[in-house]
């Protein structure tokens, strides 16, 4: 948490925690059981590369305040671009029709709740760099890219930035704030061979400065890896399609935990007893080999976050541990609806919306196996290391995944690049068919965006090598 984004609103806006206990008030007037404010400034840069060329630069601002009311399982939410007193006011009378009962709380007096950690102590923030050194960045990773190979025949490169100041109040008394940075230098390459064209992508970033491009992950890295899965992708040949062993490499690939498993534990979809997971802690879903966490708490991560959209502290919530559902991701309404604690995933994409429980970085834990032990055990099977698209029925458990980069594995070896393989599953099921899990957890790069009933936010997701003995692989083989 930051006081520099309390006192960024107070003195821009000429607030007083006196209006913030009079908006709050309003907002309570006519009834409900919680209500709370959340203002938002937001700083957004963009610079994007083509054929060699800066095609676009822009630069944006947004700005406003959110006000919510809750009685009950009703939300009463309304906005205002403009941060004001007589304009949140307005909002915050709107917010109030919901809860017309003419009962409920009174609003406590906020005051600053005390700061709990810093997860993002950015010192050169990207969003106060010069142009130049951004458009130098995305200058090398293009260079890198074409040098990989005569093949590679176009190139495009963007790096987009933001700083975001967030203050949350609530009715319980509770003041926060927050500044948050967030980075993205991201590429993609076409390569064509006579008319046999391919595309490779990489990316990367977080909620880090300007010198992680220097240390961490080169802008070279990462033009050589979008070079390099795009001259596979060349010398492909046709997956077959079948049921196999399907062995997923680490860091990205889980994007399919995320979607296939993590979306099934938020608390909304439990409550209301749409997901495959619904009625289920305690019991087991996953192989014994299987815990998964989501954690909001590791430091510069893109998922990460020292407070969630409605204040409180983010935390690292186990989701299943040894195959054993403990608990689901929860908001302050969910929370108090199924009477459980609050984990810090109230989520929202700004303060035009409300907020839902949402993923942060969500992640398995790491197993005992080694990577070359899980291929070698291996007869006939798919080694997928790179995902594209993919879809879940969140009541079902259904799920498809695209792999844009996977190969066979043959007599326990890695073999022939494939393209068109499609993963195809039950979240809860294909856990339980996880029979090695590697010692190699990673996490992904910094490039995931969560979308959830049409709100956008950046997210997490990690792996190790893990391998699933029995699994729909939908090739193009004929």
Same mark, same amino acid.
């Given at each position: 948490?930051?006081?520099?984004?309390?006192?960024?609103?107070?003195?821009?806006?000429?607030?007083?925690?006196?209006?913030?206990?009079?908006?709050?008030?309003?907002?309570?007037?006519?009834?409900?059981?919680?209500?709370?404010?959340?203002? #938002?400034?937001?700083?957004?840069?963009?610079?994007?590369?083509?054929?060699?060329?800066?095609? @676009?630069?822009?630069? @944006?601002?947004?700005? *406003?305040?959110?006000?919510?009311?809750?009685?009950?399982?009703?939300?009463?939410?309304?906005?205002?671009?403009?941060?004001?007193?007589?304009?949140?006011?307005?909002?915050?009378?709107?917010?109030?029709?919901?809860?017309?009962?003419?009962?409920?709380?009174?609003? /406590?007096?906020?005051?600053?709740?005390?700061?709990?950690?810093?997860?993002?102590?950015?010192?050169? %923030?990207?969003?106060?760099? $010069?142009? =130049?050194?951004?458009? $130098?960045?995305?200058?090398?990773?293009?260079? #890198?890219?074409?040098?990989?190979?005569?093949?590679?025949?176009?190139?495009?490169? @963007?790096?987009?930035?933001?700083?975001?100041? /967030?203050?949350?109040?609530?009715?319980? *008394?509770?003041?926060?704030?927050?500044?948050?940075?967030?980075?993205?230098?991201?590429? @993609?390459?076409?390569?064509?061979?006579?008319?046999?064209?391919?595309?490779?992508?990489?990316?990367?970033?977080?909620?880090?400065?300007?010198?992680?491009?220097?240390? $961490?992950?080169?802008?070279?890295?990462?033009?050589?890896?979008?070079?390099?899965?795009?001259?596979?992708?060349?010398?492909?040949?046709?997956? %077959? =399609?079948?049921? &196999?062993?399907?062995?997923?490499?680490?860091?990205?690939?889980?994007?399919?935990?995320? #979607?296939?498993?993590?979306?099934?534990?938020?608390?909304?979809?439990?409550?209301?007893?749409?997901?495959?997971?619904?009625?289920? /802690?305690?019991?087991?879903?996953?192989?014994?080999?299987?815990?998964?966490?989501?954690?909001?708490?590791? %430091?510069?991560?893109?998922?990460?976050?020292?407070?969630?959209?409605?204040?409180?502290?983010?935390?690292?919530?186990?989701?299943?541990?040894?195959?054993?559902?403990?608990?689901?991701?929860?908001?302050?309404?969910? =929370?108090?609806? &199924?009477?459980?604690?609050?984990?810090?995933?109230?989520?929202?994409?700004?303060?035009?919306?409300?907020? &839902?429980?949402?993923?942060?970085?969500?992640?398995?834990?790491?197993?005992?196996?080694?990577? #070359?032990?899980?291929?070698?055990?291996?007869?006939?099977?798919?080694?997928?290391?790179?995902?594209?698209?993919?879809?879940?029925?969140?009541?079902?458990?259904?799920?498809?995944?695209?792999?844009?980069?996977?190969?066979?594995?043959?007599?326990?070896?890695?073999?022939?690049?494939?393209?068109?393989?499609?993963?195809?599953?039950?979240?809860?099921?294909?856990?339980?068919?996880?029979?090695?899990?590697?010692?190699?957890?990673?996490?992904?790069?910094?490039?995931?965006?969560?979308?959830?009933?049409?709100?956008?936010?950046?997210?997490?997701?990690?792996? %190790?090598?893990?391998?699933?003995?029995?699994?729909?692989?939908?090739?193009?083989?004929?």
């Amino acid at each position: 948490m930051n006081t520099d984004a309390i006192d960024f609103f107070f003195e821009r806006c000429s607030l007083t925690l006196g209006d913030i206990d009079k908006l709050l008030g309003t907002a309570l007037a006519r009834g409900g059981d919680y209500a709370d404010l959340y203002f #938002e400034y937001k700083v957004s840069n963009s610079v994007h590369m083509e054929e060699q060329i800066i095609k @676009s630069a822009s630069k @944006s601002i947004s700005q *406003g305040v959110g006000v919510r009311v809750i009685m009950g399982d009703k939300t009463g939410y309304a906005y205002t671009d403009e941060i004001a007193f007589d304009s949140i006011k307005r909002a915050a009378e709107t917010a109030s029709h919901i809860a017309r009962s003419g009962t409920g709380v009174e609003a /406590v007096g906020v005051d600053v709740t005390p700061k709990g950690f810093d997860l993002y102590n950015v010192e050169s %923030p990207v969003s106060s760099v $010069e142009v =130049a050194r951004k458009i $130098e960045l995305i200058e090398r990773a293009d260079r #890198e890219a074409r040098a990989f190979d005569r093949r590679i025949r176009e190139v495009q490169s @963007s790096l987009s930035d933001e700083i975001k100041y /967030v203050m949350i109040a609530t009715s319980m *008394g509770r003041l926060m704030g927050d500044v948050q940075p967030l980075v993205h230098l991201g590429m @993609s390459c076409i390569a064509d061979d006579d008319g046999n064209l391919q595309i490779g992508r990489s990316g990367g970033g977080g909620r880090v400065g300007i010198d992680f491009f220097d240390s $961490e992950l080169t802008p070279s890295d990462l033009g050589h890896e979008a070079a390099r899965q795009a001259i596979i992708q060349l010398e492909a040949r046709e997956a %077959p =399609a079948g049921t &196999m062993e399907v062995v997923l490499g680490p860091g990205w690939p889980g994007v399919l935990l995320h #979607e296939a498993v993590g979306h099934g534990l938020e608390a909304d979809f439990n409550r209301k007893q749409t997901s495959a997971f619904s009625g289920l /802690v305690g019991e087991r879903v996953a192989s014994e080999l299987c815990t998964v966490v989501d954690d909001g708490t590791i %430091p510069d991560r893109r998922g990460s976050l020292n407070i969630d959209d409605e204040g409180e502290q983010t935390t690292r919530t186990v989701l299943i541990e040894n195959g054993i559902l403990r608990g689901y991701l929860s908001d302050h309404l969910n =929370a108090s609806l &199924m009477k459980s604690g609050r984990t810090g995933n109230g989520r929202r994409q700004s303060y035009k919306h409300i907020p &839902m429980p949402r993923m942060t970085n969500t992640f398995m834990l790491s197993g005992e196996d080694t990577k #070359e032990d899980i291929i070698r055990s291996v007869k006939r099977g798919l080694y997928a290391v790179q995902f594209g698209g993919g879809q879940v029925d969140i009541t079902s458990g259904e799920f498809a995944f695209s792999a844009s980069e996977a190969y066979l594995i043959e007599d326990g070896k890695v073999t022939s690049p494939v393209k068109g393989a499609t993963l195809r599953g039950n979240g809860p099921e294909s856990l339980k068919h996880v029979t090695a899990v590697g010692n190699d957890l990673e996490l992904d790069q910094g490039v995931g965006v969560c979308g959830k009933d049409s709100q956008f936010v950046p997210v997490g997701v990690g792996l %190790p090598t893990i391998k699933i003995n029995e699994m729909t692989v939908g090739g193009t083989q004929q």
